[in-house]
């Protein structure tokens, strides 16, 4: 059971339910995650806003293996089963993707900078070397998506850390961090 509360939407504050209504018209349900943060609405908004200008970034296969990455080096339960099943249904990932990304790493070369990348950075707190900052170069990568591969990195940070703190209820088939992928 969650240690902080996930109201329901209409017990959320007036603020957050427009935004909660907007995100189950995109998504045809309201994760547990978007109901928890919406007892902030400063912290809703600019989540959703961080959200969404990320999603603009990179490409849906890269941000999900992203956040696969992040989610298994923080030990969040929560996110690893979101995003595995985001990355199976949104992204086309298979299986033995996942499990490459939740390993830090990819099938795909260009990803697999980006991914060994994001999980140094999540890992290390940001202490990267410059050789680290070559091979994502090397990969094609250029200032801008370096600096949107940290961004999505602290986004993912932010949904790790609140959902380990919350403990909230998982509500996507289970994936468990504990369990190496």
Do not use: W
């Not at 998504?27 to 978007?34: D, E, S, W």
């Not at 109901?35 to 941000?63: C, H, M, Y």
Request: charged letters at 25%.
């Amino acid at each position: 059971m969650s240690r902080l509360a996930v109201p329901a939407r209409d017990d959320v504050p007036e603020a957050s339910k427009p935004i909660l209504d907007a995100v189950h018209q995109q998504l045809g349900i309201v994760p547990n995650l978007f109901r928890l943060i919406a007892v902030s609405p400063p912290a809703l908004e600019g989540f959703i806003a961080n959200n969404g200008a990320l999603g603009k970034t990179l490409d849906v296969k890269t941000r999900e293996r992203i956040a696969l990455a992040v989610a298994q080096v923080n030990g969040c339960d929560y996110c690893l089963s979101a995003h595995s099943y985001l990355g199976l249904n949104l992204a086309k990932i298979s299986p033995e993707e996942i499990a490459l990304n939740r390993m830090g790493a990819s099938s795909d070369s260009e990803a697999d900078a980006a991914v060994r990348f994001a999980a140094k950075v999540a890992r290390e707190r940001g202490h990267v070397s410059e050789a680290d900052i070559k091979v994502v170069r090397d990969a094609g990568f250029d200032d801008s998506q370096i600096v949107e591969v940290v961004a999505l990195v602290a986004l993912n940070c932010f949904t790790n850390f609140l959902n380990e703190v919350a403990k909230t209820d998982i509500d996507f088939p289970v994936v468990l961090a504990a369990e190496a992928a």
